[in-house]
């Protein structure tokens, strides 16, 4: 089951590359409209969530149970519409490779920290060493797909 999740979370991080992709050629399409964008990405999702919680059932327990949550965990959807909205606006203009490797260099460094400290009410996961270092390497792919090309003009001279 683990290497069946594996697959569904790779190819997760493959739809987040091909979401930005489309993304920015729908803001390039409107004008270079980025947040209207952004919004109409949302709300198509939004739709497509509808219709599959519907199908689900328990949106009327699910809805009631709201009400008594508190408002940071309302939080989820903001934070959402700003790295929609961050990759609409960003893709065109640091192209989609940097945006790409600088986000997962965000996403690496908070999920560390979130699951080494249990922030958020996360289970506490602690870091070993290992998978610090695992990290370090992915920090250095980031530096060597931004900075690469430039290292190696200077070694060159």
Do not use: Y
Not at 96 to 113: E, H, Y
Not at 127 to 144: F, H, M, P
């Amino acid at each position: 089951m683990n290497a069946l999740l594996f697959v569904l979370a790779f190819c997760v991080g493959l739809f987040i590359s091909v979401q930005a992709a489309i993304n920015s050629q729908l803001a390039g399409a409107l004008h270079a409209n980025s947040v209207v964008a952004a919004w109409i990405s949302f709300t198509v999702g939004t739709v497509v969530l509808g219709i599959a919680a519907f199908a689900r059932g328990g949106v009327g327990e699910a809805l009631g149970a709201l009400v008594h949550q508190p408002l940071w965990k309302m939080t989820g959807g903001v934070l959402g519409a700003a790295f929609v909205f961050g990759t609409v606006f960003l893709a065109p203009r640091i192209g989609l490779l940097n945006l790409v490797v600088l986000v997962i260099a965000g996403q690496l460094m908070m999920s560390m920290a979130i699951d080494n400290f249990g922030l958020i009410n996360m289970a506490v996961r602690k870091v070993s060493t290992i998978r610090l270092a695992g990290a370090l390497v992915v920090v250095a792919g980031v530096a060597l797909t931004l900075f690469g090309d430039k290292i190696v003009a200077a070694l060159e001279r």
